[in-house]
């Protein structure tokens, strides 16, 4: 007999995506914070404050953001900038539930015909990419799940 049992708790649903500011400036590094989007908005204000110690990629290298949840690492030609979602913090999705951890930069796009039409040209490299978290109550401590399967074919 194979089983499979979770305990889920449902949070309440938070659409943002990382903020995007500046138009590109064609910079060899990229910067910005981590921060704690208490409001959930999705930018950065006054108020909120940076999240230290989040790991940032490029694709190729890791910075972790620092006591104010600033970063700078270098940009890549057709880059994908991700965060590591710390434990006891969320991250938004997008209106698919889809995790919004990254940030895709495409200088021309795909630059070739694509049957679903591939990436948009992002343009040069925006001057500051901030990554909203929030704390989802959970430290890690409170999750359980135990998954049970019959190893017979």
Known sequence: M????????YAQQWITSPQIIGEGVGNDTINGFVF???NKNGVMDESEVGVSGVLVSNGLDWVKSDA?????IAVREDMDLTIVQPSGWRVPTDNRLVPQFFYIHKAGGTGYEMRYGGLPDTGST?????FPLNRDGADGEQFSCAVLGDPQT
């Open 126 to 130: 925006p001057a500051q990419i901030n």
């Open 36 to 38: 704690n989007d208490s």
């Open 68 to 72: 104010n949840g600033f970063f700078e």
């Open 2 to 9: 194979s089983g499979l049992f979770c305990e889920t708790v």
